[in-house]
């Protein structure tokens, strides 16, 4: 990869890039706007429930660590697509891991939830 050197027009060229991967990424992938939507869901229960700094800290981690693992699985699908349209082992094994790692993300994200939100309603229902 050629060395262009570091200009400011450059760094803000790279995040439009960012966006339109950002973009991309909820517009295709019906998965992502699943997530869209549970994050809109924990975005409102964690200010009806008000829920503290940390609380917010650790959400926002899962959350961001969702689409990251997201985004990252959709790259790998689309780079396995381009190499070959047919079916070969390895492939499906890289997209295998690639989806396992969304699953896990979103498994931790739903438990922290859950250790954040339970206690609360609980508390609001007794």
Same mark, same amino acid.
């Given at each position: 990869m050629k060395n262009e050197g $570091? $200009?400011?027009?450059?760094?803000?060229? $790279?995040?439009?890039?960012?966006?339109?991967?950002?973009?991309?990424?909820?517009t295709h992938e019906a998965n992502a706007r699943i997530h869209c939507v549970a994050t809109i869901?924990?975005?409102a229960a964690g200010c009806y429930?008000?829920?503290s700094r940390m609380e917010w800290i650790a959400l926002l981690f899962a959350i961001g660590l969702v689409f990251a693992m997201e985004a990252i699985n959709s790259a790998i699908e689309a780079l396995a697509d381009t190499i070959s349209a047919d079916y070969h082992p390895l492939i499906g094994r890289a997209k295998d891991l690639?989806?396992?790692?969304?699953?896990?993300?979103?498994?931790?994200?739903?438990?922290i939830g859950l250790l954040i939100f339970v206690p609360r309603i609980d508390k609001m229902l007794n």
């Open positions: $570091s $200009s400011w027009r450059k760094r803000i060229r $790279s995040f439009g890039y960012a966006l339109q991967g950002w973009r991309a990424l909820v869901a924990v975005l429930l008000e829920v690639a989806a396992g790692a969304v699953l896990f993300a979103a498994l931790t994200a739903a438990l």
